[in-house]
């Protein structure tokens, strides 16, 4: 019976990573080891269809992508699912923000690009970090644009899959965004919310991984028993939730994400010792 895989990029394809050549060859080898033995690849991440079309070029194999968390689904290289924020429902929840604690930096992924809003001019300081930041991310870099009024024009009539909220880098911060991760997400009931590392992703209902993959695996007519799933962040901790019984974790990822993994691996190929059929 063929598997499918389901993984995570970020963390957890490209870990360790090369920014030059994306994913690691013990990495490389594993995916394509795998699919030629017959099964499925599935690419589960927030990224954008862009980035996954690079990953799929990379592997020099055919595999299926759950881009934007959920809100674009592509089987054979064609579009299934596009599944994008209400206005209004934006609206609301910045209206929210401005009541109870408004981030340092706000990010809108649309259909096109990632565009980041710094509100405070007083914050202009960690509009120059994120510019540093994407400016050496190598093979990784994605399309973004430093524009408040871009923002705030798309957030009005953009095609918009996805919003992250930054409050800052500190072990204060973080935990009091991972208190407002719960709030929100008991508060805007038609939104999914997912704290990951420094931000807190937000996407529309039925847009996050685990529900993603599960419309993905119906979709297919697959045995949910043949379905594993990888990941290292805050946004996988809805596939390990899905499929438990064969949900994998870096070790590496915080103990809040990997109590919800049923097995721990140090290094991505060593999924190898659980579905590649030559290994011990």
Excluded at 222 to 237: A, M
Excluded at 238 to 262: Q, R
Aim: net charge positive.
């Amino acid at each position: 019976m063929s598997k499918l895989l389901a993984t995570d990029l970020d963390g957890t394809l490209f870990y360790p990573r090369r920014k030059f050549k994306m994913i690691a060859k013990p990495n490389l080898e594993f995916v394509r080891n795998f699919i030629d033995q017959g099964n499925q690849v599935v690419l589960v991440t927030s990224r954008s269809p862009r980035d996954c079309i690079k990953v799929q070029k990379k592997l020099k194999r055919q595999v299926d992508f759950i881009a934007l968390n959920g809100g674009n689904i592509f089987v054979k290289d064609a579009l299934i699912r596009d599944k994008e924020f209400d206005h209004g429902e934006l609206d609301d929840l910045l209206n929210y923000l401005k009541v109870k604690s408004f981030p340092k930096a706000l990010m809108l992924q649309t259909d096109d690009a990632l565009i980041v809003k710094i509100p405070d001019s007083r914050n202009k300081f960690f509009g120059f970090l994120y510019r540093i930041y994407y400016a050496f991310e190598g093979t990784y870099k994605i399309k973004v644009i430093y524009d408040n009024d871009a923002f705030d024009k798309a957030i009005k009539s953009g095609k918009n899959y996805k919003m992250m909220l930054f409050y800052g880098l500190s072990k204060r911060t973080k935990e009091e965004t991972i208190v407002l991760n719960r709030e929100l997400r008991d508060t805007f009931k038609d939104m999914e919310f997912s704290w990951v590392g420094k931000v807190i992703e937000i996407t529309p209902k039925d847009c996050s991984k685990g529900e993603a993959l599960k419309y993905y695996v119906s979709l297919l007519k697959l045995n949910q028993d043949d379905v594993f799933v990888v990941g290292d962040s805050g946004n996988d901790i809805s596939m390990f939730k899905a499929f438990y019984p064969n949900s994998f974790c870096l070790k590496k990822a915080p103990n809040v994400v990997k109590k919800y993994a049923n097995h721990l691996i140090k290094r991505y190929n060593d999924l190898s010792y659980y579905l590649i059929k030559e290994s011990k």
